[in-house]
């Protein structure tokens, strides 16, 4: 009986560790910045680079998983000031159990000025398949309410990749 009831728990455990399955994320391990560019490495080998001018972003080169696409914002009302603490890239293609094609990059922007209840706001840019296709931020509009706003205007383009190679 006890037999019966060890392996039924254990059964049960392995099942619940299957369905909690999350996908990667990976952190900033350095970060280098002039007033042209912000290069942030994050996890083991992936690069996300801004490149500035004036107030703003105007674009991301990513080098993710042997890729590098990069994608222009010109569209977008991206604050030059990204706060590299914080941020996370969350990389779908590392996920064993659901790949959708997914990358997902968060971070806090703005400076102290734009902060509302302590909190910064939050852009997140969504690759989907090699394009860009989202790009929004989070503003706090109370102690416990948000709001979603596009950073991009028209929102992202079908095509916002200027290019794509495979990192030899």
């Known amino acids: 009986m006890r037999l019966l009831i060890l392996l039924s728990l ?4 392995a099942a619940v560790a299957e369905i909690v399955h999350a996908s990667p994320v990976e952190k900033p391990t350095a970060a280098t910045s002039t ?5 942030v490495k994050l996890g083991t080998n992936s690069i996300v680079h801004f490149y500035l001018s004036g107030e703003r972003a105007t674009s991301v080169e990513m080098n993710v998983a042997g890729y590098r696409s990069v994608f222009q914002l010109d569209t977008c ?10 941020m996370e890239l969350v990389r779908d293609d590392l996920n064993e159990d659901h790949q ?13 000025k734009d ?13 989907y398949r090699d394009q ?9 509009i109370g ?4 709001f979603t706003s596009p950073l991009c205007y028209p929102d ?3 095509n916002t990749s200027l290019e794509r190679t495979r990192e030899e």
């Open 35 to 39: 007033a042209a560019d912000l290069i």
């Open 100 to 112: 959708s094609g997914t990358v997902t990059l968060n971070f806090d922007v703005g400076s102290e």
């Open 132 to 140: 860009l296709a989202q790009a929004v931020v989070h503003r706090q």
């Open 77 to 86: 009302v991206l604050s030059r000031e990204i706060h590299v603490e914080g």
């Open 115 to 127: 902060r509302r209840f302590g909190i910064l706001p939050r852009a997140q840019l969504i690759w």
């Open 156 to 158: 992202v383009h079908p």
């Open 10 to 13: 254990l059964i049960s455990v």
């Open 143 to 146: 102690p416990n309410a948000g």
